[in-house]
């Protein structure tokens, strides 16, 4: 079984981005399949549950946030059925984004 969650923290502010939507989807022949939406705790955290071996996106809801650059960041990614558990979280600022793989 492997698992995957996100973090979004809002670096412009220094705390976490608190009811940002975010979209969960997977790599499907004709593009991708939106298969959760889910919206980011207190804390900025979103737990998405299991998922399987394959290629996936995040799709964060940045405009709606409130960042005026960037109205939407998505982030593809490959999932390995080997590991348990997938984090990737987003850094946010008003001019500029970062992601990597946590733990």
Not at 12 to 30: E, K, N, Y
Not at 62 to 84: I, M
């Amino acid at each position: 079984m492997t698992t995957l969650s996100s973090h979004v923290l809002d670096t412009g502010t220094g705390q976490p981005a608190a009811g940002m939507r975010v979209h969960l989807s997977s790599r499907a022949d004709a593009g991708w399949d939106r298969i959760a939406d889910v919206v980011t705790d207190d804390d900025g955290r979103c737990l998405f549950g299991e998922v399987t071996e394959g290629v996936y996106r995040l799709g964060f809801e940045t405009g709606e946030y409130g960042n005026k650059l960037y109205p939407f960041v998505h982030v593809a990614f490959n999932v390995d059925a080997d590991r348990d558990h997938y984090h990737v979280p987003l850094l946010l600022s008003p001019y500029g984004y970062s992601t990597y793989r946590g733990s």
